[in-house]
C-alpha cells in the first residue's frame, strides 16, 4: 500500500541551527515526491518537488530510492521557517496525492 | 485572483443533518481535488473532479458522501445524515489542467465540519 511516514510530529531547533525534516514513502511504482508547508494563518502551499531539484527559501530534498526516503533539509534554521511541513506522493498519473501527518517545525531564536 | 475560495470556514451540524461544502476553484482552473483532515493525521485524498465529471473518487466514502463540479458554479461535497466521525477539516485544492496540472495544485483554507 501507498504510505508516507513522517516520524517526527514536532521538531524544535535554535535559529542558525540545520534542520532535517524526515520523509520515508512506500510506493512500487515510479514515485513523484513533495513537500508542501503551511505557514500559521495561511494556506497549504508546495514549497518544492523532487523532479525540479530547486531549492526553495534555502530548502531542498534528495530523493533516495533506495531508503525510499525524500527528507527536507536546510542548513541554517531562520524562525520564519517555523511552519507546519507536509510530505506527500503522487501516484502515477499524478492526480492521487498522499500526504504524510505533517512535521511542525519550531524555530527558537 | 483570489485563489481557491471555500465556504464556510466553520460549519455546525448536528447528527443526521447534512453538511454542503463550497470550493470556488482559482480562475482558469477546471480541476478541482477535496481532501479530509482529521485530527492529527495528515490531508486524505477523497475525490478528484473536472468540470462535470468524477475522474477519481477512490478515497471518497462509498456512502453519504458526494461530489459534483457543475459546469457553472463551484464544486460541491455532500455529506448526508452526518455522523460525529465526520468532524474534520475539509480541503480544496485546484489546478489549471495540462500535462504538469497534478503538481500544481492550489490549496484553499478549507472548512471544518463541526458534528455536535
Known amino acids: 500500500a501507498q504510505r508516507v511516514t513522517q516520524p517526527e510530529k514536532l521538531l524544535s531547533v535554535f535559529k542558525g541551527a540545520p534542520v532535517e525534516l524526515k520523509c520515508n514513502y512506500s510506493?512500487?511504482?515510479?514515485?513523484?515526491l513533495f513537500w508542501y508547508v503551511q505557514y500559521s494563518r495561511q494556506r497549504l502551499q508546495l514549497l518544492l518537488r523532487?523532479?525540479s531539484r530547486e531549492s526553495i527559501k534555502g530548502f531542498t530534498a534528495d530523493l533516495n530510492k533506495g531508503e525510499t526516503s525524500f527528507h527536507l533539509k536546510k542548513p541554517f534554521a531562520q524562525e520564519e521557517d517555523s511552519a507546519m511541513y507536509y510530505c506527500?506522493?503522487?501516484?502515477?498519473?499524478?492526480?492521487?496525492?498522499?500526504f504524510g501527518a505533517g512535521t511542525r517545525l519550531f524555530v527558537k531564536a | 485572483n483570489a485563489g481557491v475560495m471555500q465556504n464556510p470556514r466553520h460549519l455546525v451540524r448536528r447528527r443526521g443533518q447534512e453538511a454542503r461544502l463550497r470550493c470556488s476553484p482559482m480562475k482558469g482552473h477546471s480541476h478541482v481535488y477535496w481532501y479530509r483532515q482529521l485530527p492529527e493525521e495528515g490531508l486524505k485524498f477523497m475525490v478528484y473532479l473536472q468540470k462535470e465529471n468524477i475522474i477519481d473518487e477512490s478515497g471518497m466514502p462509498k456512502e453519504r458522501f458526494s461530489a459534483e463540479f457543475p459546469k457553472e458554479g463551484p464544486s460541491i461535497l455532500r455529506i448526508q445524515q452526518v455522523v460525529r466521525g465526520d468532524s474534520a477539516a475539509y480541503f480544496c485544492?485546484?489546478?489549471?489542467?495540462?500535462?504538469?496540472?497534478?503538481?500544481?495544485?492550489?490549496f484553499g483554507p478549507g472548512t471544518r465540519l463541526t458534528v455536535t
Open positions: 510506493y512500487s511504482g515510479s514515485p513523484e
Open positions: 523532487h523532479i
Open positions: 485544492a485546484s489546478s489549471p489542467g495540462g500535462a504538469a496540472s497534478p503538481y500544481e495544485q492550489y
Open positions: 506527500a506522493l503522487s501516484l502515477a498519473g499524478g492526480f492521487k496525492t498522499i
